[in-house]
């Protein structure tokens, strides 16, 4: 694994074993996220011949802390992913997103003639897909919490006891508290946007799109994703039974990036 420096950003690569395909896949991460949490993919992918790279977007993990974390934007996230994208010459790369970072890969597909296909796993949804949560209380709190960062300008960083209940809950007990501290604060200015319905002209999108849901997701819950499929006009979608959010360091998430192998393999020309 190869650590790559692009102004404030940084850049996980995991080069080729055997490189198969002449188009490397790009990783976009979620909300809080870093590039941590998809090392598994990044080992897998590249052991199967494509040359993969993964951005921890501005203000998070590897990459420069931000100062104004709390304020950042939809648009400079999709700004990060395109420097990324022309800085290293792979602008016909496939994104591959989870949650947020979906909302992030579809917004850079818009209009984006050279990007081969989009992955969108767990993926926060567009304007037009209303966003729906399974009833619980463990929601106002986070409504709440939300509410009060946002007047305080604050970065979000939801705390242990609500990350495991939305996001970790499909992940072993003893991983949890690991998991949890690959985890770091969001802009409450990008879970407003999200909130308010990020808009996206799917009809600029040209390329194919795999969009894939999971039963146990607390956050993206498979029944959004399914209806965000249709409305993104997906050429297929997956729904797994056995998943939670956290796909790529669950149990058995080998299946998952099987299937997205076989996939890509079928729908991108190489």
Known sequence: MMNIKVGTLAVDKAQATDKKYN????????????????KNYLDFFSKA????????????????????LALLTMEDYVDDVNKVR?????????LIGHSMGGLVSLKTAEG???????????SAPPKGIKLEFKKDFMLVKIMLRGIWFTIRKKPLLPNYAITVKLALNN????DQMTVYKMLGPESMAVGNQVGKGYPIDVDKIRCPKLVI??????????????????????????????????????????????????????????
């Open 23 to 38: 188009y490397p896949l790009l990783f976009v991460h979620g909300a809080g996220g870093t590039t941590e949490y998809l």
């Open 49 to 68: 011949g494509w040359d993969c790279y993964a951005v921890n977007l501005r203000g998070h993990g590897a990459s420069d802390p931000d100062p104004k």
């Open 213 to 270: 849901g999971c039963k146990r997701d607390n956050i993206a819950i498979e029944s959004m994703e399914e209806k965000f499929a249709r409305l993104i006009k997906a050429d297929k979608y997956i729904a797994y039974k056995q998943f939670g959010h956290m796909i790529m360091i669950e149990k058995g998430w080998e299946k998952s990036a099987e299937d997205i192998k076989n996939w890509l393999i079928s729908a991108v020309k190489n």
């Open 112 to 122: 984006a003639a050279k990007i081969k296909a989009l992955v969108l796993i767990a």
């Open 171 to 174: 992940i072993e007990p003893k």
């Open 86 to 94: 022309t800085t290293l010459g792979i602008e016909d790369c496939v």
